[in-house]
């Protein structure tokens, strides 16, 4: 069965510093893994997704998520946080057989600090 | 193109009532997906449709839950009777195909409050 854990329901940053979101997976089978956000009353937004071949993925407005197998890991990562990246942030898994059913990590809250 | 879109945007019911949800999916998609997710929790996959074929609805609480995509197009999911616990915002997305793995776009989501 796959899963996800996303370590830390909230975390807060300051305007320009890292971001950093940690996830790690549990599958069985080669991962597909995606990286969510949802702003307050939207819906949810791909930001990025890793399927195969290069490892470290790029997504929209900055972000990128590195897969490494041997950590069982997706971290999202960006290198300097804008007030405008407050929202949710969901990691996702899914594999080959079932692809298209995600399942979905418990999310984390990024606040920004001026 | 235009997003999924969603009504209502918000409901509030008592218990033991009904109440229904539509999704108008991105024209052209054939897979249309209902997630149901609870406040401090990630979205749960309720119904998967191909077209307007069921291919996932192993999560769907169908003594009270039911779904349906006439025509492949547009989707109607209804809760009958409501209880406390199906307060939650539901979300409707679609993708092109069932390929994998395809990227669903997600529609606003309608606010359920159940009383």
């Known amino acids: 069965a796959q899963s996800v854990t996303q370590l830390g329901s909230h975390v807060s940053v300051s305007e320009g510093a890292l971001v950093l979101l940690r996830c790690n997976y549990s599958s069985s089978v080669p991962p597909y893994l995606f990286w969510y956000v949802q702003y307050p009353n939207q819906g949810l937004q791909l930001l990025l997704k890793y399927t195969t071949g290069a490892t470290l993925v790029k997504g929209i407005n900055g972000f990128e998520a590195e897969f490494k197998k041997s950590e069982t890991s997706f971290h999202l990562t960006k290198p300097s946080a804008h007030m405008s990246d407050a929202a949710e942030y969901f990691c996702a898994v899914s594999h080959g057989s079932s692809a298209s059913k995600i399942i979905f990590g418990s999310g984390t809250r990024l606040s920004i600090r001026p | 193109e235009a997003g999924v879109a969603q009504s209502p945007r918000y409901k509030i019911i008592e218990k033991r009532q009904s109440v229904a949800f539509w999704c108008n999916p991105i024209?052209?998609?054939?897979?249309l997906y209902w997630y149901q997710q609870i406040l401090g929790q990630g979205p749960k996959l309720l119904i998967q449709?191909?077209?307007?074929?069921?291919?996932?609805d192993s999560q769907l609480p169908k003594d009270r839950f039911s779904a349906e995509r006439l025509k492949g197009v547009d989707s109607t999911l209804k809760i009958q009777p409501a209880k406390l616990e199906d307060s939650a915002v539901y979300l409707c997305?679609?993708?092109?195909?069932?390929?994998?793995?395809?990227?669903?776009?997600f529609g606003p989501g309608t606010r359920l409050t159940v009383l």
């Open positions: 024209s052209g998609h054939a897979t």
């Open positions: 449709f191909q077209n307007n074929g069921v291919v996932d």
């Open positions: 997305a679609s993708s092109l195909a069932r390929l994998a793995p395809d990227t669903q776009y």
